[in-house]
């Protein structure tokens, strides 16, 4: 199971901390991911960090600005978003997969709800 949490109203230019509470001891051996939809858009892909924390592979368009990193210890993996502008706003998802070769795609095996970010100008 997971749960995010810490979407909300921002405005742009600023910065938000996304969570993803994973319930799970079983969690530290998956390869964790974020994605978003916008309205009227398909998900994508953001970020991966893989079950150790070592590695971490960011889609371009938000490189530089978004960093992932995960808590083994409390089984939580963190979406650092800087910088924010009003193409950020989405419903934010975390997933999370045993397989690297699956995490930047829908076919992750588990996935959260979601959390709303909405930047306004």
């Known amino acids: 199971r997971l749960v995010e949490s810490g979407g909300g109203l921002v405005q742009a230019g600023g910065s938000l901390r996304l969570s993803c509470a994973t319930f799970?001891?079983?969690?530290?051996?998956?390869?964790m991911a974020w994605f978003r939809q916008a309205p009227g858009k398909e998900r994508e892909f953001l970020a991966a960090?893989?079950?150790?924390?070592?590695?971490?592979y960011y889609e371009p368009s938000v490189k530089g600005r978004f960093f992932i990193s995960r808590d083994n210890v409390n089984y939580m993996v963190y979406l650092q978003m800087n910088s924010l502008t009003p193409e950020d706003t989405a419903i934010y998802y975390c997933?999370?997969?045993?397989?690297?070769?699956?995490?930047?795609?829908?076919?992750?095996?588990?996935w959260g709800q979601g959390t709303q970010v909405t930047v306004s100008s």
């Open positions: 799970s001891s079983e969690s530290t051996d998956y390869n």
């Open positions: 997933a999370g997969d045993l397989n690297w070769g699956r995490i930047m795609t829908d076919m992750n095996e588990y």
């Open positions: 960090i893989d079950w150790s924390g070592t590695n971490a």
